[in-house]
């Protein structure tokens, strides 16, 4: 090979392999991406953990029992206001209990609820949240961390 067709013959590999790939970089020049507080959310842990990575001051309470609930719960304190959290064994179990809230969150199965506000049902991984109340920064977090709640909008 002649010493002036190396170099056009290199760049012809490196330009088919690129376009191979998708012209797409591989390896650490890719933009890394860091999850969002929320997106890896599956027990109470990590939902412990996104409410910090949201800039949360979170405080562990005490137990909470629901009799329409399966499981017992755990109440964690942001922005000062309860927050209620049921973890279940996995997500099966989790959306059998979640389907006997009805859509306002005030009926439980057969059971009608009298909140001493308005109930925010959210699920996420194995969990499901409920808060009741109307407090801004408290919705606005967990809408940030957990999405839109399924019931008590």
């Not at 309470?61 to 279940?88: A, L, M, N, T, W």
């Not at 969150?105 to 808060?131: C, D, E, M, Q, S």
């Amino acid at each position: 090979m002649k010493p002036f067709q190396l170099p056009i013959y290199l760049l012809f590999i490196v330009t088919v392999g690129f376009t191979a790939c998708g012209g797409k970089l591989s390896g650490s020049t890719q933009p890394r991406h860091d999850p969002l507080p929320g997106e890896t959310v599956t027990d109470y842990e990590s939902l412990v953990d996104a409410l910090h990575a949201a800039r949360v001051q979170v405080e562990a309470g005490e137990e909470v029992d629901q009799p329409f609930f399966s499981v017992e719960g755990r109440i964690i304190k942001v922005h000062e206001e309860d927050i209620q959290v049921f973890q279940y064994p996995n997500v099966t179990v989790r959306d059998e209990q979640a389907a006997l809230v009805s859509s306002d969150g005030n009926g439980l199965g057969t059971a009608k609820i009298h909140w001493i506000g308005r109930p925010h049902f959210y699920k996420k991984g194995r969990l499901i949240v409920l808060y009741v109340g109307d407090t801004d920064n408290v919705l606005k977090v967990l809408g940030t961390v957990l999405g839109q709640p399924f019931a008590g909008k």
